[in-house]
Structures are given as structure tokens and as C-alpha cells.
């Protein structure tokens, strides 16, 4: 692998400061990325209606599973990542949260960097019709290699985002008093 960017060094010092692994993060946030793409018509088509009260309930144990998940790579963690995943895309509330998360991605970095990565993302994840490296390469006017890298870096990015926003609406339902704090 080639050796990393300032911002990939910065992404990489943002996951650690939530005690994350960056690669971790990367691993488990491609697979999301991966398995919304198959199902991106559904994710976008709001599912079964849910009450308000199911709907916080649903969204406060998606949360709370996705702080619970261990980043490591032997099979039984991937295996929990996966069904985490396969429950969560399902989400019928999943939709606007992509787009609240793409928004925070794009507003990352100078010099239109964070426009990039969710350009990227969209183009290839979060579309009906996803584009290969080279399309993206040629819309964005950047080589297939800058688009390959970045790619990377806007996925960690969004998977750290994603977990930012879970723990800092845990924090707040903890303090109050909405959940209870470890003896969920």
C-alpha cells in the first residue's frame, strides 16, 4: 500500500481519538458501503412504517450495537460485523442518515477535499447506477490512483463520522436518563 496522505494521517488521529483502529473502521465501513450499494433502491425507499416510539427504540440499539462492535479481524468478529451490518441497512430510518453523514463528509477539509470524498462515495455507493474508479476518475478531473486513495480515505471518514454521531447521541440519551449507561 502506498504510504499515506497528511489527510489519511489526520482521518487515521481521528479514529484514534475515539479509541478506534483506523483500519478497523475502514474494513467494517467498506462493507457497509458494499452492501448499500446492492441494496441502494431499497435503502433510499422508506420501509415498513414504524411508530415514533419503534423507530427511537430501533435507532438507539443500531447505535448501541455499533459501539459494541469489536474492529478485530478474526472470523467470529467478522461474522458479527456482518450480521450488524445486514440488520442495519435495513433500517428504514437508514436513508437520511447516509445523507446527514455524506453532508458532514463533505464539509471536511480545504480545497474542496471533503466535496471530493462525497462525490466519491456518492458516485460509487450511494447511487442506482454506481461508477467504476475511472468514470469517477474522469468526472472529477483527478487521475484513477488520487480517486483510488481518496477513496479510502473518504470511507474511513464516513465510518468515523458515523461513529461520532452514535456516541455522542448515546452520551446524551445516558445523561438524560433516556438509556441506561453500561447495564444496557
Not at 33 to 55: H, N, Q, V
Amino acid at each position: 500500500m502506498a504510504r499515506p496522505t497528511n489527510d489519511e494521517i489526520n482521518i487515521d488521529a481521528l479514529c484514534e481519538s475515539f479509541d478506534l483502529d483506523p483500519l478497523g473502521v475502514y474494513h467494517v465501513t467498506r462493507y457497509m458501503c458494499d452492501r448499500a450499494k446492492k441494496e441502494y433502491s431499497a435503502l433510499m425507499i422508506p420501509g415498513p412504517e414504524m411508530s415514533e416510539e419503534e423507530t427511537v427504540r430501533d435507532k438507539q440499539e443500531i447505535r448501541h450495537q455499533l459501539l459494541e462492535l469489536e474492529l478485530d479481524k478474526d472470523e467470529d468478529t467478522k461474522k458479527r460485523q456482518m450480521i450488524f451490518v445486514h440488520r442495519a441497512i435495513r433500517a428504514p430510518w437508514l436513508g437520511d442518515k447516509i445523507k446527514l453523514f455524506l453532508d458532514q463528509v463533505a464539509m471536511y477539509g480545504g480545497d474542496n477535499l471533503g466535496d471530493l470524498y462525497r462525490s466519491i462515495l456518492v458516485k460509487e455507493y450511494f447511487t442506482d447506477f454506481p461508477k467504476k474508479n475511472w468514470q469517477v476518475a474522469d468526472i472529477s478531473g483527478v487521475s484513477e490512483g488520487v480517486i483510488e486513495y481518496r477513496k479510502r480515505e473518504a470511507i474511513k471518514l464516513f465510518g468515523v463520522l458515523i461513529w461520532k454521531y452514535c456516541e455522542e447521541r448515546e452520551t446524551e440519551d445516558i445523561r438524560k436518563g433516556v438509556i441506561l449507561g453500561d447495564d444496557r
